[in-house]
């Protein structure tokens, strides 16, 4: 909202955000209920490793959503950018290693495009980023289906080493999401970049006053937004050893890389939050799909304690920072 | 606004270049269409009325090396129980759960419609150890190949449902499939028609492998007769979407003759849009849901259900039981797959069940029957 | 609080002059219209029309509760999931039973006006944003209906519970068959336009939308006004479902996307999202549009799929457009 006055942005010296105390308590109850009422061992390495395995596709795509959320807008569109990379990748390779040059090319390049497009509607166009990313994902979700219905092509063996493959007993994934991640976060914290993403979030006009380019912000956040949905996607792909049409969607990947973020921390406005509150927000979320697997809680009751969830962490952070919302 | 133009160029002509790369007549395999309309025809092994126990041509092999004694853990990963045949197919497996003694724990973990939850799913229960078989139902067919395949290393595994890539599993338990499902509704419809007429088909969703083998078993049937398909409509499982379609379709063309369906959930709607209309009933085809058989028999249709039975989700623990004490199963285990019909519709009428309750669940014996699946 | 007028102006006059200002629409829905019955000429044939508008009346009540929240700068996520609820529970209370219809109705809107109230005071005085309140809602509301159905549709709606939403007074002069559907929906957009531009509650949502501290400090009791709007949303969610459930049946995919279509018809009648600039008849020809362009793309006999593109590319040009020409005439927020 442009008319918003910018909150004084508090001292953050040796305060632990909010966030880390929720996932730790989450953590901790899940273990509790675990250990009296459910099944194994919460705390096994491998039952970790699960939890990480769990957050990574979501967590990539949450990253990126970070930055969307940072600047004011938000992207719905890339659930079906996931399905479109993961099948149009596997579709390149057709199994041939020599061919995945050709793929990272063209679905990065395809995730520029609606990155870009994205942003031009937000800022050029003044549409609304709701309806703007939406009307983008409809026009993905229909050329998709137009074009495959199916799993298309295959990626070969050596892909799946994303996915699958480990360094000493660190699987590879999880280091490639913590470089993300990290990457992520020096952005926002050490570049102009990430400084212009947090002005022009806080408040648009101000930025624009006080000489940022803050169309060109934007529209980079987006394509950051986008470039994460494709990276998900390559992942899906090495993961399922081929893309298919639904994979994005079935995942939810759009509202809750939406929900990861505010979960974690960030404001909806935009403006404050960051990329390690959007980690832990989706670790809490595999948290808690792991407590309900092993405490077996169907997946109906599963729905209706995710949703009050997110209200309830969110009610928890608009109570401590007395911000006005819309 | 002109940098805006050029990125949506960009983005039309890559839409262009992905949509003549694509590929169609994907699904249609013509040697599994043969296998399964020679299968409809053969006669199957097992006790007589009890068709989850029965089994077209199996091949029998030895799982003496999974021999165990019991009590048993079995562990069984969901792709969702997101849509009402899964509903009551899972009812009916928790029942028969319960029929087995030897079964002290029964393990079920949910996907929630989502392949790459399930493969995290499956890691997990290999990773906890406590499980002696795992059953799966995927989500899709290519995708959790390679998390069936690293289970198959750790314990025997049943496939049932949609298939895998890969023979690893001990037994991989369906139906006879989706082609015979698609041929036999376009076969009635074809003998109904003998002048020709107007075909309508009503889809759920484009690319789900199930579903597309039904139409790929249809699609070829019409073409061959002579039969005019006016449209193949996609109207997602929505019965607002279905009825609309259909009226279109009726302001369009007059009269439809015959609607041909992918599966029956929303045949109703279908029918309830020819009744607002004013139409006369076309031939339709459904599947084995209460509604349709209901409204079928009180307004005297002139229809066919092709079923994909829910009794299938017996099957899985009556083979993890034989599994885990060694006795042979078939490695391909094809269930039968009746067509309900005029003369058959009476004994599958079960108006004390609920509106989407499959009659085919094979569980009216079963402990809890009806009140646990909904009925009164 | 640019359409907030003073002084008084007779409601209708008032909705015309808003109509001048965000017309696009009206003129989009014509040509669709006239697309339409190049192709098909029965489609303007009163039944049809009326057929039409039937099949229209779930989607327009929808929109113009949506419209409520989307002015005082909030959205409603969870009209799609009340939309499910409604439809499930109504035929798990009713069980085919006739008798019961009214007092179902009665527990179907007290569902309604729970939900209303509690996604406005979350947002109101917990101060979550409304996308969020309502995305949580939209999850929780879902997870009720299949929890409490068991996954699976139970019982069925009567058919004096249907009949709202399916059946048709025949035989009346030039109209033909006339659902009671429009006649219902008639009636409440009637009274939708009223509440809107003529009382108080239309102007302070307005006026909240447009600038929250100012509405607080002209006086007006925010809180209120916004737990209003949500409630007046879910309200319009129950009755959708209501209708919908009479016209298509029971299924657990009833309400899927529904709060989408009707933010998309909102902003597709020229309200701005975050809030401040609204008008009742264009949300209402908004929703009217989608439901045409739906129509339009079946008759056009394009590939399914692609579909799906059109519509998202027509909802981001409509949109374009509309925000291109408000910036013109000065608002400084686009759509």
Redesign the interface.
């Given at each position: 909202m442009s008319t918003r006055v910018l909150a004084p942005r508090r001292s953050r010296r040796l305060r632990i955000p909010i966030i880390w105390w929720l996932l730790a308590a989450t953590f901790l109850i899940a273990w509790l209920l675990v250990s009296q009422y459910g099944r194994g061992d919460f705390v096994a390495p491998s039952n970790l490793n699960n939890i990480v395995e769990r957050s990574t596709a979501l967590g990539i795509v949450a990253v990126g959503q970070t930055f969307a959320i940072l600047v004011g807008s938000l992207d719905l569109s890339v659930a079906y950018l996931i399905s479109v990379t993961a099948v149009m990748a596997s579709f390149i390779m057709q199994g041939d290693p020599s061919r995945v040059p050709l793929a990272l090319l063209v679905v990065f390049a395809i995730g520029g495009v609606v990155g870009v497009t994205n942003g031009l509607l937000v800022t050029k166009a003044r549409i609304n980023p709701l309806i703007a990313t939406l009307g983008v994902g409809l026009i993905l979700r229909g050329l998709l289906n137009a074009s495959f219905q199916n799993f298309a092509g295959s990626v070969p063996a050596s892909f799946q080493y994303l996915a699958y493959g480990s360094i000493g007993p660190i699987p590879v994934p999880m280091l490639l999401f913590a470089a993300l991640v990290a990457i992520a976060a020096l952005t926002l914290k050490r570049t102009r970049f990430g400084a212009h993403i947090y002005a022009v979030g806080g408040d648009r006009a101000t930025a624009r006053l006080s000489g940022i380019r803050s169309d060109r912000v934007v529209i980079g956040a987006h394509v950051v937004t986008s470039m994460t949905a494709v990276l998900t996607g390559l992942y899906l792909a090495s993961r399922l050893r081929s893309g298919a049409p639904w994979i994005g969607t079935d995942g939810v990947y759009d509202l809750e890389s939406i929900a990861a973020v505010v979960v974690g921390g960030t404001v909806l406005a935009g403006g404050r939050g960051g990329v390690l509150g959007t980690v832990a927000g989706v670790l809490i979320f595999a948290t808690l799909d792991v407590m309900f697997n092993q405490l077996g809680i169907g997946s109906y009751t599963k729905q209706v304690l995710r949703g009050l969830i997110i209200i309830a962490a969110v009610a928890i952070y608009a109570y401590r920072s007395r911000e006005v919302v819309g | 606004m002109h940098r805006l133009l050029t990125a949506l160029t960009l983005l039309f002509v890559l839409a262009g270049l992905t949509t003549a790369l694509a590929q169609s007549g994907e699904f249609y395999d013509p040697e599994q269409l043969a296998f399964e309309l020679a299968a409809m025809d053969m006669e199957p092994e097992g006790p007589e009325g009890q068709p989850w126990i029965q089994a077209i041509a199996p091949e029998y092999i030895d799982t003496s090396e999974y021999a165990t004694e019991g009590p048993w853990t079995v562990c069984f990963s969901n792709a969702g129980v997101n849509n009402p045949w899964r509903v009551v197919g899972y009812t009916t497996m928790e029942a028969e759960v319960e029929l087995h003694p030897d079964i002290a724990t029964f393990v079920h973990v949910d996907a929630e419609g989502s392949d790459n939850k399930q493969i995290s799913d499956i890691s997990g229960l290999l990773a906890s150890g406590d499980c002696d078989i795992l059953i799966v139902s995927p989500n899709t067919t290519a995708a959790l190949t390679p998390a069936v395949e690293a289970a198959c290393e750790q314990l025997p595994v049943i496939v049932f449902d949609r298939g895998v890539n890969t023979d690893c599993p001990v037994s991989f338990i369906k139906p006879i499939g989706g082609y015979a499902f698609g041929a036999a509704a376009a076969n009635f419809i074809v003998e109904q028609l003998p002048q020709g007429g107007n075909v309508l088909a009503l889809r759920i969703l484009p690319g789900v492998d199930v579903l597309e083998h039904r139409w790929a078993g249809a699609e070829r049937i019409f073409a061959d007769a002579g039969l005019r398909v006016v449209g193949a409509e996609f109207a997602e499982g929505s019965n607002a979407m279905t009825k609309s379609i259909v009226e279109d379709y009726l302001q369009l063309y007059g009269t439809i003759d015959a609607i041909w369906m992918d599966a029956g959930a929303t045949a109703v709607a279908a029918i309830e849009a020819f009744e607002d209309f004013g139409a006369p009933y076309p031939i339709i085809t459904g599947e084995d849901q209460q509604d349709f058989l209901l409204k079928w028999q009180e307004e005297g249709l002139t229809a066919v259900a092709p079923t994909f039975p829910t009794y299938q989700w017996r099957t899985p623990i009556i083979a993890a039981t034989m599994i885990l004490s060694g006795e042979d199963v078939p490695s391909f285990w094809v269930l039968p797959q009746p067509v309900v019909t005029q003369e058959t519709l009476e004994s599958y009428i079960q108006p004390n069940m609920p509106p989407l309750h499959y009659a085919l669940c094979g569980c009216e014996d079963m402990p809890g029957f009806p009140e646990r699946w909904g009925g009164r | 609080m640019s359409e907030a007028v003073v002084t008084r102006t007779p409601a209708w006059k008032l909705a015309l002059i808003g109509v001048g200002k965000v017309a696009p629409v009206f003129f989009v829905l014509l040509v669709l219209i006239v697309w339409i019955t190049i192709l098909?000429p029965?489609?303007i044939e009163p039944t049809?029309f009326l057929?039409f508008l039937r099949?229209s009346a779930?989607l327009m009540i929808l929109a113009a509760g949506q419209l409520f929240v989307v002015v005082s700068?909030?959205?409603d996520l969870s009209q799609g999931s009340l939309v499910t609820l409604t439809v499930l529970a109504g035929a798990l209370l009713a069980f085919g039973d006739p008798a019961t219809t009214w007092w179902v109705i009665l527990v179907l809107y007290g569902i309604g006006l729970l939900v209303g109230v509690f996604n406005g005071s979350?947002?109101s005085f917990?101060?979550?944003?409304?996308?969020?309140?309502t995305?949580?809602?939209?999850?929780?509301?879902?997870?009720?209906a299949?929890?409490w159905?068991?996954?699976?549709?139970?019982?069925?709606l009567p058919d004096n519970f249907r009949a709202f939403g399916?059946a048709?007074i025949d035989d009346v002069p030039v109209l033909g068959r006339l659902p009671w559907a429009v006649i219902i929906l008639v009636l409440l957009a009637a009274f939708f336009i009223y509440l809107f531009h003529r009382t108080v509650l239309g102007k302070h949502a307005l006026a909240v939308g447009d600038?929250?501290?100012a509405a607080a400090l002209a006086g007006i009791n925010v809180h209120l006004v916004r737990i209003s709007a949500f409630t007046i949303s879910s309200l319009s969610a129950v009755t959708a479902g209501i209708l919908?459930g009479g016209?298509?049946?029971?299924?657990?995919?009833?309400g899927?996307g529904l709060e989408?279509e009707a933010?998309?018809a909102v902003?597709l009648g020229g309200a701005?999202?975050?809030?401040g600039r609204g008008n009742m008849p264009a949300a209402l020809a908004g929703a009217l549009t989608l439901q045409a362009l739906?129509?339009l793309l079946?008759?056009l006999?394009l590939?399914?799929?692609?579909?799906?593109?059109?519509?998202?590319?027509i909802?981001?040009g409509a949109?374009?457009f509309a925000?291109?020409r408000?910036?013109r005439a000065g608002h400084?927020?686009?759509?």
């Open positions: - | - | 098909n029965r489609f049809f057929n099949r779930p700068g909030g959205f979350v947002t917990l101060r979550v944003p409304s996308f969020i309140t995305l949580g809602m939209l999850l929780t509301l879902k997870g009720i299949l929890l159905t068991g996954g699976a549709p139970r019982g069925s399916r048709t600038n929250q501290r919908l016209f298509s049946g029971v299924s657990i995919n009833v899927d989408l933010i998309s902003v701005a999202l975050l809030g739906f129509t079946n008759f006999g590939p399914s799929p692609l579909r799906v593109t059109v519509q998202g590319a909802i981001i949109v374009g925000a291109w408000a910036v400084e927020r686009g759509a």
